[in-house]
């Protein structure tokens, strides 16, 4: 079964980390780009960052360029985010996310199609004191 399976979530207080895992079974991420996006309550979904697929392109999204870092390990089929330095604002649920078009440059994330096949079911991350 083809699917992306996230860990890591949950709740911390501001000035905080935490470490998002996606791990992929059922193919390999080796030749993919995969990206982490977020949405909050009441607003859209917005890419947070992306990485290629042998990790020498990465992109942040603004507000979290110097405290999120996105990183791969293709031995273990698995994409990370270590974030620091937490903020309420950065309270989302978020989710990985690729697709065999996928293609991330040091400044977006996207496919031809503007959509992603391959989903995480998504990690809620809550920045509260």
């Known amino acids: 079964q083809v699917q992306l399976v996230e860990s890591g979530g949950g709740l911390v207080q501001p000035g905080g980390s935490l470490r998002l895992s996606c791990a992929a079974s059922g193919f390999s991420l080796d030749y993919y780009a995969i990206g982490w996006f977020r949405q909050a309550s009441g607003k859209e979904r917005e890419v947070v960052s992306c990485?290629?697929?042998?990790?020498?392109?990465?992109y942040y999204l603004d507000s979290v360029l110097g405290r999120f870092t996105i990183s791969r390990d293709n031995a273990k089929n698995t994409a990370y985010l270590r974030m620091n330095r937490l903020k309420p604002e950065d309270t989302a649920v978020y989710y990985c996310a690729t697709d065999p078009a996928a293609y991330c440059s040091g400044s977006h994330y996207y496919t031809p199609a503007g959509s992603f096949y391959y989903w995480g079911q998504g990690a809620q991350v809550t920045v509260s004191s």
């Open positions: 990485i290629s697929p042998s990790g020498a392109s990465t």
